[in-house]
């Protein structure tokens, strides 16, 4: 602290810090070491991104150097009113805790130029009253229901889905928000804040205050057609084209309980399929901060334990109709993914298309259930007369009839909530259900939020377990689950014309979902994902752990956009080859032969995918055995058919797109008054030509001034 | 090159060549020219091809101020309305600033 005080007539800005550089003692090392002493950096900070679409940017924008301003903790009306209005020193970057952030006062402080950035400090629990910085009505202008699709259903006109959705995350801010976690870095914050930056007695505070600076330039601007223009003005006529956005995208993952050939494509005769679908992906306000509990991976660990279950009765008992497991990437952002798998369908790119479709079960929100009480969603426009509908909800109610949970319809009137079905429809009237927890609003209080958690989700372990035993500790939530996981699977055996004697040998895991809750919830970086998954994979799992100090890391479920380094995202690779070890069987191959396993007999892969996994890890010893699984589970494009169309003003397709970025970076440091910095810059001038003056007199006197003196001296003595 | 050590005619050649070099879109040659020869046209004694000379540089130096005007124009124009016009003016610009309109 006294290091930075007695560096505090720097500032922060690096052209002043310029005018300083004649104290580096060395260049380089030096002057590095005078950025140290200036300089907190805080590094555990996530921010917020531009996000575009067709018509809309959102998201914040910083300067390119970032926005500096003096620190000041919201913790009071009081504090809002000091960084409005009454604080002497703006502009202010406001330092808050959660609860504060909500919409009335980030609007205020959207609405004012005296804010130049606001850090959020994320608390382990969310507020008990709910949060949810999404729209009320997610995803409204993309599903089925609009003008020409039932009316009266339309924006959501009948059940509002997230009435806590305050739709933050879709504000466009014009300065900078970060966010940090509760703990070291923070309190170093509101130190530096209580130190320097509260007056005594009441008067105003006095320089140097703690100041903050927060970078997260974007590059992309007004709209997706935008931005994609000057992707392609870029890519065509620069020397180094400096592109500025990216289309979300990534992969949904595939599977079948029967092989489909996959060299095949298009519609295939006399194959009739059932899906099973779910999504993939969440999101919070920050980047690549959405732990998606109850709104993504409670659904997909359900289909994922019925996938597992189903597999004990079909090696023996195939149903007469094909099951195609889907889990779709994207959904968030106007169902990127199954758009684009409905669009492949249509277009002939699919392994089967939309007439091969017999009926869909799509498992939403079902992580929260009160009593075990499930509700069964279908579309009252399309339901009108279809048979295969009403046989698929009795057998749905008659399945919940042998387990401990009951499955109802909700009102008739009441459309479909958000789901990837919706996008089915759109194309087909293909009869279907969406089994949730809810029967009208969500039950997520914390919808594509930071709190959509583990914590939220009841995954909790008693204290004092190791990390391998809480892997294996089944939790109440697991147990549940896995009997909604039962639900599922016995409903699509059945669906798909499986026989009643077998259902009761149908049973999912509790053990199993207990482990996927664990690694999808709380740390992915653990034994049992990493015996399934492929060494290459192991690596990044490792790797992935950003701040291994701060204790367990789940993935997040953000969608993203691919990268070189990163083409598939974590989340994306593990439901595979977690689908690909419950739905493969092994094969005696050696991992090359695993790799190109074309040229051996009874192996084929337009039929099934070839995976080498690591394998368990004996006790002592650093590395497993490692085998080879054959399943037919295949990752699938999930980028919206608007970009490969080059619609990118499209109002059937999603359009999202995500700014890129040069730096993110946050730090604190001492600011003087601004009398103090010209001061010293004036100084520092005056000093420069008064020393230019000398140096030019003494030049020209030289023969007289040093020749002379030598010979007094000389002289002297 | 010295002027002071070029022949008269050699000089009225060389801001005859910018002179009309000028006219190739390149006002710089008009900008040069008008400096370099402003001594010899208006300054230096009169002599035989200073008349000339004088007439180049007062053409080149109208030249100069008309490319100018017609530059500063044009910038000020597109540069207030570049963001209105969108997509004209990407396909216009060379290069395209970031994270503004």
Redesign the interface.
């Known amino acids: 602290k006294l290091q930075l005080l007695s560096l505090n007539i720097m500032d922060g800005q690096p052209s002043l810090l310029l005018t300083c550089l004649h104290i580096c003692p060395l260049p380089g090392v030096g002057c590095s070491s005078v950025q140290q002493k200036i300089y907190v950096q805080l590094n555990k900070t996530f921010p917020c991104v531009r996000l575009l679409n067709a018509t809309h940017q959102i998201g914040c924008q910083s300067s390119v150097s970032g926005d500096t301003g003096v620190l000041h903790v919201l913790e009071t009306e009081t504090d809002l009113d000091w960084v409005l209005s009454s604080g002497p020193n703006p502009p202010y970057v406001v330092l808050m805790v959660a609860e504060h952030f909500n919409r009335s006062t980030m609007m205020k402080l959207k609405g004012s130029a005296r804010v130049a950035g606001v850090a959020v400090v994320i608390s382990k629990a969310g507020p008990a009253q709910g949060f949810s910085p999404h729209h009320s009505c997610p995803n409204q202008n993309s599903g089925v229901y609009s003008d020409s699709y039932g009316p009266e259903l339309a924006g959501c006109n009948v059940t509002v889905w997230n009435p806590l959705g305050n739709s933050l995350s879709y504000e466009d801010f014009r300065f900078p928000i970060f966010s940090l976690h509760e703990g070291e870095e923070a309190d170093v914050i509101r130190k530096c804040f209580l130190d320097h930056n509260r007056g005594v007695n009441g008067s105003d505070p006095a320089y140097p205050l703690c100041a903050m600076q927060l970078a997260s330039h974007m590059y992309a601007v007004k709209d997706t057609a935008t931005c994609m223009r000057r992707n392609d003005i870029q890519s065509r006529f620069s020397i180094s084209p400096e592109f500025v956005c990216d289309a979300l995208a990534d992969y949904n993952v595939w599977s079948s309980l029967k092989p489909l050939n996959n060299s095949g494509k298009g519609h295939l005769d006399g194959e009739s399929v059932v899906i099973a679908a779910t999504r993939l992906d969440s999101r919070s306000f920050f980047w690549n901060e959405a732990p998606g509990g109850e709104s993504a991976v409670g659904g997909f660990v359900t289909l994922l334990a019925a996938a597992q279950a189903l597999r004990a009765v079909v090696e023996d008992h195939p149903p007469s109709q094909n099951i195609l497991f889907t889990f779709f990437q994207g959904e968030t952002f106007d169902y990127i993914g199954s758009s684009r798998m409905v669009y492949d369908m249509e277009n002939g790119k699919f392994v089967i298309d939309l007439d091969n479709i017999h009926s869909l079960v799509e498992i939403g929100q079902v992580a929260l259930h009160r009593n075990g009480q499930l509700w069964l969603h279908s579309d009252p426009v399309s339901r009108r007369n279809s048979s295969v509908r009403s046989e698929l909800i009795s057998n749905m109610k008659s399945t919940a009839l042998n387990l401990s949970l009951s499955v109802a319809e909700p009102d008739v009137s009441q459309p479909l909530p958000p789901s990837s079905f919706q996008r089915f429809l759109r194309a087909r009237p293909i009869p279907g259900v969406v089994l949730t927890d809810h029967m009208s609003a969500f039950s997520n209080r914390y919808y594509e939020s930071l709190y959509d958690d583990a914590e939220y989700l009841n995954v909790s372990y008693p204290s004092g377990l190791s990390p391998e035993e809480q892997l294996e500790y089944v939790t109440d939530t697991a147990k549940t689950l896995a009997e909604v996981a039962t639900l599922v699977a016995r409903s699509l055996y059945k669906q798909a014309g499986g026989l009643d004697d077998h259902l009761s040998s149908i049973n999912a895991d509790p053990k199993i979902v207990t482990q996927m809750l664990y690694g999808f919830l709380v740390q992915s970086n653990n034994s049992w994902f990493r015996s399934l998954v492929s060494p290459d994979i192991v690596k990044n799992l490792v790797s992935a752990i950003l701040f291994p100090a701060s204790g367990p890391q789940p993935p997040q479920y953000y969608v993203g956009v691919p990268t070189s380094g990163d083409p598939v995202k974590m989340p994306t690779w593990l439901v595979q080859y977690v689908l690909a070890n419950f739905t493969g069987t092994l094969r005696n191959l050696t991992q090359t032969q695993c790799k190109n396993p074309e040229d051996l007999e009874g192996e084929s892969k337009d039929l099934y995918s070839y995976f080498w996994v690591q394998g368990p890890v004996p006790p002592n010893s650093t590395q497993g055995e490692g085998y080879c699984v054959r399943a037919p589970v295949r990752l699938v494009k999930a980028h919206s058919p608007a970009f490969e169309l080059h619609q990118y003003s499209s109002r059937d397709y999603s359009t999202w797109t995500e700014s890129r970025w040069k730096q993110i970076q946050a730090r604190i440091f001492l600011v003087a008054s601004r009398d103090l910095e010209m001061l010293t810059l004036g100084v520092g001038v005056a000093v420069l030509l008064v020393s230019l003056v000398v140096t030019y007199f003494i030049n020209s006197k030289a023969d007289l001034l040093f020749s002379s003196s030598r010979e007094t001296t000389s002289t002297a003595y | 090159m010295n002027l002071e050590r070029v022949p008269n005619e050699e000089k009225l050649n060389l801001c005859r060549k910018y002179y009309l070099g000028g006219f190739a879109f390149l006002p710089f040659l008009w900008l040069v020219n008008v400096v370099w020869f402003f001594r010899e046209a208006f300054v230096k004694p009169p002599y035989t091809e200073q008349q000339h000379i004088k007439t180049y540089v007062k053409r080149s130096a109208l030249g100069l101020l008309l490319w100018v005007a017609a530059l500063t124009t044009w910038i000020t124009i597109f540069q207030h309305f570049r963001a209105q016009w969108?997509?004209v003016a990407?396909?216009l610009?060379?290069t395209?600033p970031?994270?503004?309109?």
């Open positions: 969108g997509e990407d396909y610009s060379f395209i970031l994270g503004i309109p």
